[in-house]
């Protein structure tokens, strides 16, 4: 009796063994770190300028397919407004600034303004293109910065202070205070006075609109400073001052945004970048692995096990078992990770959503009178600008009793 053998064609064969060897086999990538430069002895105050922080650029591709860039746009946008507030702490702890804040738009009038542009986030890559300028119009620098995450970037025994894309916070703050230390202390100071001169002449423009001067290239000089005297200028200070207060209560905001959303965008980013990793061990797409996994159970089940011989029967059985269980463990992965992935997308949709929608709305008290700002955080400081310069115009002073509310934290923030 002749024995009969079939074989798997040498296709499937190949497949099956890569599809094993990548389900075993693990990148191992420790992630780059750079040290975070911080000021060792107190700065004067009058040295130091303050910085605010713009949400970034989505940098979602026009005609976007999630499926082949890999980028969702409920994920960009929550970056957008997380990662800006990251580089807000980083850049306060390192002692060389004043008053660090998101920005809720780009009429703030402050010292230094920081931009950016996502360019790649993937949970393994982050790559941003940043920008800094100053009050003057003074262009510092626009660089991209990017890094690769590593094993351990996820784990949970991290300091937890320390994002896992870290190394380019510290990269951009390390720059800036690079930059700074090449301003003299006379442009420190005029960098400061630009900025409130600005803020003065937005508020009145008749007074002070023709105290700074803006050419063609966008580079800010003063022409002439008010009497210290003078008390339209104590009394600008104080609507400044107050200014600068909204402004950080609406801080209030991104902090629940950025504390609310923490713990679902690192479980996006940890399974993003497993995924990512698997993808490229075995170089198709999550959807492709499932469907190769689907191929090796059909071809294992075709195998034929028909032969005269214990020995070679048992053989093929065994090999055939191999087969379908390298091909449900392929399915099961890829389809695990899909599901961890989406799961953690969702919990960031909503949560963007709530952000973008209404920010806690902000009572302000003025002479005795409520004030009630609502809508998203940019809404309603739009609102304030506009009730600022009503007060002025009118020549009521600003009242000694403003009082501004702080919204109640969300229940999700972590103390």
Known sequence: MTERYTFLPASLIVATLFLTTACTVSEVITAEHTDLEVARQEIAENLLLDVGIINFDEGIPKSNDPEKTGVYEEIRRAEARYLPYHIKTTLQGTGYWGAVRVIPSRYVFTDVTLSGEIERSDGEYIELRVRVEDATGRHWFERSYDMQTGIRSFDQGRDRSQDPYQKVFNDIANDMHAFALTLSNADIQRIRQVSEMQFFADMAPDTYGDYVTTDEA??????????????????????????????????????????????????????????????????????????????????????????????????????????????????????????????????????????????????????????????????????????????????????????????????????
């Open 218 to 415: 966008g580079m800010s000089s003063l022409l002439r400073l008010p009497a210290e005297n003078d008390p339209m200028v104590e009394r600008l200070r104080q609507i400044r001052e107050r200014d600068r207060l909204v402004i950080d209560t609406l801080n209030e905001h991104y902090a629940n945004f950025y504390y609310g959303v923490a713990l679902p965008y690192e479980g996006w980013r940890k399974k993003a970048r497993e995924n990512a990793i698997n993808i490229r061990q075995v170089k198709r797409s999550a959807t492709m692995r499932a469907l190769l996994g689907v191929v090796v159970v059909a071809g294992s089940l075709q195998m034929d096990t028909d032969s005269s011989s214990r020995s070679r029967r048992r053989a093929k059985s065994v090999t055939q078992a191999v087969g379908i269980n390298r091909g449900i463990e392929t399915i099961i992965s890829a389809w695990n990770l899909r599901q961890s992935a989406d799961m953690y997308r969702e919990d960031i949709r909503e949560l963007s959503e709530s952000f973008i929608a209404e920010a806690a709305p902000l009572t302000v008290q003025v002479e005795g009178e409520s004030r009630r700002l609502t809508g998203t955080a940019e809404a309603q400081y739009e609102s304030w600008r506009k009730l600022l310069k009503d007060i002025y115009q009118l020549e009521t002073g600003f009242p000694d009793d403003l009082d501004v509310g702080v919204p109640a934290r969300s229940a999700q923030i972590r103390d």
